[in-house]
C-alpha cells in the first residue's frame, strides 16, 4: 500500500529498555516495507527502573526525520502519555501501539486499509491470547463489548488507530490536566 497521508504512530514507553532495543527490526523495518508515509511519536512517561530515555535516543538516531521523542518529568500514567502523543500528532491518522512489542507491526497495515476505507475510528482486540485456561479472558471480553455503544466503531484484530476530529474539541477528563506537564525534546 502505498499512501501520501502522514500516519502518526504513538508509542508510550516506561521502563521499556529491552524492548526499544528491538523497535528498529521489529517495527521500522516492518513500516518501510509497506511504503507508508509516518511519523512515530515516543513518550517516555517517566520511567525510573531502566535507561528507557536513553534507548529511545538511540533509536531516533535510525530515522531522525521520522521519529519524535518526549519525555515526561515523572510517570502520568497511559493515558497521559498517549495524550501527549495526541497533541504532538501532525498525521491524518493517529495509530497507538504498545512498546512491548506484543501485538505485530505487521498488522498497521491493515488498520491503515480500514482507516482508508473511510471507518472514523478502529478499536481492536487481539485474538487467541489467552490460550486454553481463558479464565483471564473474562474482564477482558467485557471491556471489549463496550464498543456496542458505538455502532460506527470496527472491530479489528489489532490495535486502536485514528483520532476523531471531534475528540480534542471534548473536555477533558480531571487526570488529563496532567498532560501540560510534559517536556519535548526534539533532539
Given at each position: 500500500?502505498?499512501?501520501?497521508?502522514?500516519?502518526?504512530?504513538?508509542i508510550p514507553v516506561y521502563n521499556e529498555e529491552k524492548n526499544i532495543d528491538r523497535?528498529?527490526?521489529?517495527?521500522?523495518?516492518?513500516?518501510?516495507?509497506?511504503?507508508?508515509?509516518?511519523?512515530?511519536?515516543?513518550?517516555?512517561?517517566?520511567?525510573?527502573?531502566?535507561d528507557s530515555w536513553g534507548a529511545l535516543k538511540r533509536f531516533q538516531q535510525a530515522s531522525p526525520d521520522?521519529?519524535?521523542?518526549?519525555r515526561h518529568s515523572r510517570n502520568f500514567g497511559m493515558s497521559g502519555a498517549y495524550?501527549?502523543?495526541?497533541?504532538?500528532?501532525?498525521g491524518e491518522y493517529v495509530v497507538v501501539y504498545a512498546s512491548d512489542l506484543e501485538t505485530p507491526a505487521k498488522y498497521i497495515i491493515d488498520?491503515?486499509?480500514?482507516?482508508?476505507?473511510?471507518?472514523?475510528?478502529?478499536?481492536?482486540?487481539?485474538?487467541?491470547?489467552w490460550g486454553k485456561n481463558g479464565f483471564r479472558k473474562i474482564p477482558s471480553v467485557a471491556a471489549n463489548y463496550r464498543h456496542l455503544a458505538f455502532p460506527r466503531f470496527q472491530r479489528f484484530p489489532s490495535f486502536?488507530?485514528?483520532?476523531?476530529?471531534?475528540?480534542?474539541?471534548?473536555?477533558?477528563?480531571p487526570f488529563f490536566?496532567?498532560?501540560?506537564?510534559?517536556?519535548?525534546?526534539?533532539l
Open positions: 500500500m502505498n499512501s501520501n497521508k502522514l500516519i502518526s504512530i504513538v523497535f528498529k527490526s521489529e517495527l521500522l523495518d516492518v513500516l518501510d516495507s509497506f511504503g507508508l508515509n509516518y511519523e512515530i511519536i515516543c513518550v517516555e512517561d517517566g520511567s525510573c527502573r531502566d521520522r521519529i519524535r521523542l518526549f495524550q501527549t502523543g495526541f497533541d504532538n500528532a501532525k488498520v491503515v486499509g480500514k482507516l482508508e476505507e473511510g471507518f472514523d475510528v478502529i478499536n481492536t482486540n487481539r485474538v487467541g491470547r486502536p488507530a485514528k483520532l476523531p476530529p471531534a475528540l480534542p474539541a471534548l473536555p477533558p477528563p490536566l496532567l498532560r501540560f506537564f510534559y517536556h519535548p525534546c526534539h
